[in-house]
């Protein structure tokens, strides 16, 4: 059992920067690999990015790529999500979770944290 709690949203003028945390209980957190997915009102949870269990293949959205990065420290169980020149049509529920596979498919994640809200302003 894998228990997930984000953590670092907030409000921010478009063009700004937020890190979100995503922090993880239990012992084997390497094992997992970690996403990033987002829902915003009215619309489906999408995918924006994903970092395999040793941190060496990352996988991103169109729609955020060379914005965010996405990165773990498995010492700290933490996996973090740097979001950079921000848009409005980035304001969402950030919701991490950890699966057996590097995916972009939400249904390939098994554990998953409450959401966290960012919103960007314009």
């Known amino acids: 059992q894998v228990q997930l709690v984000e953590s670092g949203g907030g409000l921010v003028q478009a063009g700004g920067s937020l890190r979100l945390s995503c922090a993880a209980s239990?012992?084997?957190?390497?094992?997992?690999?970690m996403g990033w997915f987002r829902q915003a009102p009215g619309k489906e949870r999408e995918f924006v990015a994903a970092?395999?269990?040793?941190?060496?293949?990352?996988r991103y959205a169109d729609s955020v790529k060379g914005r965010f990065t996405i990165s773990r420290d498995n010492v700290k169980n933490t996996i973090y999500l740097q979001m950079n020149a921000l848009k409005p049509e980035d304001t969402a529920v950030y919701y991490c979770a950890a699966g057996p596979r590097l995916s972009m498919m939400s249904l390939a994640y098994n554990y998953w944290g409450q959401g966290t809200q960012v919103t960007v302003s314009s």
């Open positions: 970092i395999s269990g040793g941190g060496s293949s990352t």
């Open positions: 239990g012992r084997t957190f390497s094992m997992y690999s």
